[in-house]
């Protein structure tokens, strides 16, 4: 599977391949990363993880 690139557009966004998104959001005292699917006017979350490179993991296990 090839490498998928991430692009930070802010301290709280990463831009991935085209409608995957991660944001980062400040939940029950701690940062956790949400990573969002998204066409058109809506989205749909995909999970939440506790650091950026668990996030990114959830995206590939989606590709599986």
């Known amino acids: 599977?090839?490498?998928?690139e991430w692009t930070q557009r802010d301290?709280?966004?990463w831009q991935g391949p085209p409608g995957w998104t991660i944001c980062?959001?400040?939940?029950e005292g701690s940062w956790q990363y949400e990573?969002?699917?998204?066409?058109g006017?809506?989205?749909?979350?995909y999970g939440m993880?506790?650091?950026?490179?668990?996030?990114?993991?959830?995206?590939e296990q989606k590709l599986r």
Do not use: H, K, N, P
């Not at 990573?35 to 066409?39: C, G, N």
């Not at 006017?41 to 979350?45: A, E, F, L, S, V």
């Open 49 to 59: 993880r506790a650091s950026l490179g668990a996030a990114q993991d959830l995206y």
């Open 11 to 13: 301290e709280y966004y």
């Open 24 to 27: 980062r959001v400040f939940v």
């Open 41 to 45: 006017g809506g989205g749909t979350i």
């Open 1 to 4: 599977m090839a490498e998928v």
């Open 35 to 39: 990573l969002w699917f998204s066409r």
